[in-house]
């Protein structure tokens, strides 16, 4: 059973630093796109950024407009664990955000929720005025 767990949200003010964590376990795709998306209420899920993790990874990051320059996704030294940093944190960040794991490289996706076959349970981001 695929388990994604993410972790490290919270409440901030704008301005401010957070920095989210995401591991998963209970998978052996051959290739793995590592991706995080957030949704604020009565909003559509998108996309934040990804990550070709795992030990066949690249490591090349992709990442939305809204949040390029301000977050930064990586990886840990074993590749087990991907991290979200984000930086320059504004209140129009605020929302759920989601770990997702996809079975293909990141390279041959797009940033779409249709495009990931498993994800976490979500954590929630509050960054205020």
């Known amino acids: 059973q695929v388990h994604l767990a993410e972790s490290g949200g919270g409440s901030v003010q704008a301005g401010g630093s957070l920095t989210l964590s995401c591991v998963g376990s209970?998978?052996?795709?051959?290739?793995?796109?590592m991706a995080w998306f957030r949704q604020a209420p009565g909003e559509e899920r998108e996309g934040v950024g990804m990550?070709?993790?795992?030990?066949?990874?690249?490591?090349?990051?992709y990442y939305a407009d809204s949040v390029k320059g301000r977050f930064t996704i990586s990886q840990d030294n074993a590749k087990k664990r991907v991290f979200l940093q984000m930086n320059s944190l504004k209140p129009e960040d605020t929302g759920s955000y989601y770990c997702?794991?996809?079975?293909?490289?990141?390279?041959?996706?797009?940033?779409?929720?249709?495009?990931?076959?498993?994800w976490g349970q979500g954590i929630q981001v509050t960054v205020s005025s």
């Open positions: 997702a794991l996809s079975s293909h490289w990141c390279g041959g996706l797009g940033l779409e929720s249709a495009e990931f076959r498993n």
């Open positions: 209970g998978y052996t795709y051959t290739e793995t796109c």
């Open positions: 990550i070709e993790a795992g030990p066949d990874g690249a490591g090349t990051t």
